[in-house]
């Protein structure tokens, strides 16, 4: 059954509602995401109303993705673009890449043929390599964690045969020797496969997620990737042949992507074209797949739950320019076996 705030997403067009109508969606989504405003709930309507009416003028123009309502429509743009950055600025990314991934990994750089030797289409979620799409919260800056556990969990599938959910909460508790700042973001994804290389990895079940910092807690001793079992490689930077091959050969790739912008904050579904995502590379996601078909994209998993995109899922256009659509090609890393 379709609770009345999914079928107004799917429905996608609000600006015919009366006021009462907006009021009556707005309670149902506070119902929907259990969101209690208190003194702000007024001006909260008033976000929301402002979101609905950007969500209708984007949906007019007819392009290839659609906007609706999703876990962020309560948000100004800049306030979502504070939970995607943690404050991150164009500036300190440059910086960043300026000193470099601190890194001994390989890098993979593909040099055959996309069209004679990679597979026209892949997709590890109808492979059964990724596990249920997930919530990271709109409190901690975790999608790091995710990113990098949910490729270490195709890895797990390939080797093992078993498809075990990994703890992000782990990562965020304890890799902070390694250069992550908790729900304050990552400086390199190399930093986390590095931690995991060296310490391994405990499950989902054993170390849950509980969207904030807390003590590291490595004595549960659940361990689905033991220390030493695994390494990484840097896919070639703006390349989306080394992208696909990764992908293709390698399992699903964790990528760093621009997703501040309105398009991210209300994606429902379709495919993202063009530089509408924003110039900061600032979240995580895992890269599920492709395909190289009349209207060539790759799969993306996100970690704000189910009613955001394509139940949990985005698609991109493959794209070479400006290091892909929403940046998706800046950093990809997948880890690799022992």
């Not at 924003?278 to 209207?295: F, I, K, Q």
Request: hydrophobic share 35%.
């Amino acid at each position: 059954m379709l609770t009345p705030i999914l079928l107004s997403s799917i429905l996608g067009v609000f600006s015919e509602q009366t006021p009462l109508e907006v009021q009556n969606l707005f309670e149902a989504y506070k119902d929907e995401y259990d969101h209690d405003f208190g003194e702000e709930d007024a001006n909260r309507l008033a976000i929301f109303h402002d979101n609905l009416k950007f969500i209708d003028e984007v949906n007019s123009r007819n392009l290839s993705y659609k906007l609706g309502i999703t876990p962020f429509t309560h948000l100004t743009n800049d306030e979502f673009r504070e939970f995607v950055t943690r404050g991150y600025s164009l500036g300190d990314w440059q910086q960043t890449m300026l000193r470099g991934i601190d890194s001994e990994a390989q890098t993979f750089g593909f040099e055959g043929s996309v069209d004679d030797d990679l597979p026209m289409r892949v997709d590890y979620v109808e492979k059964g390599w990724v596990t249920d799409v997930k919530f990271q919260g709109t409190v901690c800056g975790s999608c790091w964690a995710f990113g990098v556990a949910g490729a270490l969990e195709g890895l797990h599938k390939n080797v093992t045969g078993q498809l075990v959910s990994l703890s992000e909460q782990e990562l965020i508790d304890c890799s902070r020797a390694y250069g992550n700042n908790g729900c304050n973001g990552t400086r390199h994804l190399n930093d986390s496969y590095e931690y995991v290389a060296d310490h391994g990895l405990e499950t989902e079940r054993a170390y849950k997620y509980v969207g904030k910092d807390g003590q590291c807690r490595r004595d549960v001793c659940e361990y689905a990737i033991k220390a030493g079992t695994i390494s990484h490689v840097n896919v070639k930077s703006n390349s989306s042949s080394s992208m696909l091959a990764a992908v293709a050969f390698g399992g699903p790739v964790s990528a760093v992507s621009c997703a501040w912008a309105g398009v991210f904050q209300n994606y429902k579904s379709g495919i993202i074209k063009g530089g509408e995502c924003g110039n900061l590379p600032s979240h995580v996601v895992l890269v599920v797949g492709y395909d190289r078909g009349h209207d060539p994209y790759y799969r993306i998993k996100n970690s704000w739950g189910v009613q955001w995109g394509e139940h949990g899922y985005a698609r991109l256009a493959i794209d070479d320019t400006d290091y892909g659509v929403c940046g998706i090609l800046y950093e990809p890393v997948y880890p690799i076996s022992k």
